[in-house]
């Protein structure tokens, strides 16, 4: 009864993943006694039951990616965080700390909590290890205002557009400072909560229509008349 793969691979749709004994999970099919994958994700069992997790809802980590991740765990030594990939990574003490972490004496707690939302960067990640975190860089750490927008991952190149010119129309018509991390989480920071609604609006309409042409000039023509309209508003 073998199987055709290691835990957490990624296999594509028809690839053969295990014959005999075994059953077909989600986003997998039986045929002829064997196991195939019907969409693209990573390869895993439990018991007899295989299965693959789609990629397209995830964010694959890679080494010096900006992520943006929710402390899920406080640990002796360091956090555990959600940043929406198959795997959770991992933040220590000791990459945030700007002195040396006594385990006795530190209360990790006080430093970050569970829900705490940090932005960070993966600096290192391999197959047989969980992504490990860095916040060791001059505009990373923990989030302390803004408001959070979440899409998927594989929209993050639309947001920003091509040489970067929706992301930069957003930010001139809005005024907001906007962090984009890879794995689909943005923050929006702006002078006021109606210029930060208005940015994540454009981030929606982004996501929603994504697989159409001239989305940046109707984004554009968006953001123009929202503003138009709440100037009037005001009056």
């Known amino acids: 009864m073998p199987t055709f793969f290691e835990r957490k691979q990624i296999v594509t749709p028809g690839e053969l993943l295990a014959e005999g004994d075994y059953l077909a999970g989600e986003n997998t099919y039986a045929e002829d006694n064997k196991i195939y994958a019907s969409r693209i994700g990573l390869a895993d ?6 299965n693959v997790v789609a990629l397209r809802a995830f964010y694959f980590p890679k080494v010096g990616d900006m992520v943006i991740g929710t402390v899920l765990e406080v640990g002796f030594t360091g956090w555990t965080v ?3 990939a198959p ?3 991992l933040l220590r003490a000791s990459d945030v700390l700007s002195r040396p972490f006594k385990p006795q004496n530190d209360e990790l707690s006080q430093v970050l909590n569970a829900g705490d939302l940090i932005v960070a960067k993966i600096a290192s990640y391999d197959r047989a290890h969980d992504p490990q975190l ?3 860089e ?6 302390t205002r803004g408001h959070i927008i979440k899409v998927t991952p594989t929209k993050i190149p639309r947001v920003i557009g091509r040489k970067g010119s929706m992301i930069s129309i957003i930010k001139q018509e809005t005024g907001c400072q906007i962090i984009l991390g890879v794995n689909g989480v943005i923050l929006v920071t702006g002078k006021t ?3 930060e609604e208005l940015a994540m609006m454009a981030i929606q309409k982004i996501e929603e229509e994504s697989h ?3 989305l940046t000039d109707r984004i554009t023509e ?3 008349e929202e503003k138009a309209k709440r100037e009037e508003n005001k009056k």
């Not at 069992?45 to 295989?50: L, M, S, T």
């Not at 001059?138 to 989030?143: A, D, H, Q, S, T």
């Open 193 to 195: 909560p109606e210029d």
């Open 138 to 143: 001059p505009g990373l750490g923990k989030i």
């Open 82 to 84: 959600d940043i929406k």
């Open 45 to 50: 069992y439990d018991h007899k039951k295989v």
């Open 212 to 214: 159409t042409s001239g």
């Open 222 to 224: 968006f953001l123009k």
């Open 134 to 136: 860095t916040v060791g």
């Open 87 to 89: 795997y959770r990574a």
